[in-house]
């Protein structure tokens, strides 16, 4: 019995060891065309195999699942290679666009699953071997903003299939292929508010092998580029063709022929081989120097400043102290009416002060003795008799008082009380 327990334990550690192990699959190849769009989905069912069954039934269908990708031997993906899973409970998406550049270049992605779960990982192999076309690139390009979608709902096979189709009535070309589609996000746009299902907007790229149709060329006229100018919606013929589906955005619609575009070349100079020429052996400065007089640079950074400080303050203490006028001078400058005026004023001013200190003033009713009904006792003011009463105030506490009056109870006529 002990012995089937234990075999039975190291039976479920081993499988424990080996569902945190990472699984190696097979390598997958693709075949994307240059200037092609090129979309891979990287679907969780298919990565739901690989993890262990739990004893739950339905949890391994419930797992967040979030994949890593990366070009074999560096850590992030090539330039061209954009990546995009909005949840962990939904598919990923490899897109992008190779170049010419590309052709010819197996490039190998690894794709790693991360089960969030059960911390369990499953790897495989993405090899894409991007195959030359005989037109590369298409000579008309237009570009679109379609403001009512994100990137990963455009990158939907029946999504991008009715855009293009419907880019076909309108432009009628022989040859149509999506050859680019990005967020607006990586344009510079602005996260949307989360009310009312805005999107963040998709800008997708076609080309074709034809001119632009009537109906793309009618945004660059006058009167469509003056309404785009006041913020206004263009008026576009064919406008409610994509209307029932795509809402665009025809002011920041971008028509192209690469036919008429001026190459600029960059003359970029040899790297080289990163080694430093031979410029011979270091020849240090000799250890006797001359020696340097700085009396000039000293006349010029003190002693010229304070020359100048010193005659500034000269003519400064002239002026405040040599040209004062003084009260003699001023009088004798001054008019005999206005003086005997000013002094008139100065006396009455005088004579006002010193009544003022000299008259009698009423004391208030919060000063005068307090006459207490049961006792019959008055508390005299607390202020002296020479007390300055301008200074006094209206209210005044009556506590700590050691004089007190007892005025006698005045009795009437007649009559006697016990």
């Known amino acids: 019995m002990l012995s089937t327990m234990s075999t039975a334990a190291v039976a479920v550690w081993l499988s424990t060891v080996v569902t945190i192990l990472s699984r190696s699959h097979a390598d997958r190849n693709v075949y994307p065309s240059a200037g092609v769009l090129f979309v891979h989905v990287l679907e969780r069912e298919y990565f739901k195999g690989e993890f262990p069954p739990y004893p739950k039934s339905g949890d391994a269908s419930n797992d967040p699942i979030t994949f890593n990708t990366n070009l074999m031997g560096y850590p992030d993906r090539p330039g061209w290679l954009r990546y995009i899973q909005r949840t962990p409970h939904s598919d990923g998406v490899l897109y992008g666009s190779p170049t010419a550049e590309h052709v010819g270049k197996p490039t ?20 894409i071997n991007i195959m030359a076309t005989e037109e590369f690139p298409l000579p008309y390009q237009a570009e679109f903003y379609i403001k009512n979608m994100n990137v990963e709902e455009m990158l939907a096979s029946e999504v991008l299939g009715d855009f293009l189709g419907a880019v076909k009535n309108v ?16 344009r510079g746009g602005r996260v949307p508010l989360p009310i009312n299902n805005l999107k963040e907007g998709v800008y997708v790229m076609v080309g074709a092998d034809v001119p632009f149709s009537s109906c793309l060329r009618e945004v660059e006229s006058p009167h469509n580029q003056l309404r785009c100018s006041q913020e206004m919606e263009p008026v576009i013929s064919c406008d409610k063709k994509f209307r029932a589906q795509f809402h ?9 022929d690469i036919t008429k575009v001026i190459p600029v070349y960059i003359n970029r100079p040899d790297p080289g081989t990163g080694i430093l020429p031979e410029f011979g052996e270091y020849d240090p400065p000799s250890e006797s120097l001359k020696s340097r007089d700085y009396f000039a640079d000293f006349l010029v950074t003190l002693a010229i400043p304070s020359a100048v400080a010193l005659v500034l303050f000269f003519i400064l203490g002239y002026t405040m102290c040599c040209r004062r006028e003084g009260v003699e001078k001023r009088n004798m400058q001054t008019p005999d009416i206005q003086l005997v005026h000013h002094s008139s004023i100065q006396k009455s001013t005088k004579e006002l002060r010193s009544m003022s200190k000299n008259r009698e003033i009423s004391w208030p009713l919060s000063t005068l003795p307090v006459f207490n009904p049961v006792s019959g006792e008055v508390v005299p003011p607390i202020h002296p008799d020479n007390y300055e009463t301008t200074s006094m105030p209206l209210m005044q506490t009556q506590t700590n008082l050691q004089n007190q009056i007892t005025i006698p109870q005045q009795r009437p006529s007649g009559k006697w009380y016990s």
């Open 108 to 127: 190998v992605i690894e794709i790693t699953a991360y089960n969030r779960r059960t911390f369990e990982t499953a790897r495989h192999n993405l090899v």
């Open 171 to 186: 432009w009628q070309p022989e040859r149509l292929n999506a050859i680019n589609i990005t967020s607006a996000l990586d």
């Open 248 to 256: 665009i955005d025809w002011c920041k619609i971008s028509l192209v």
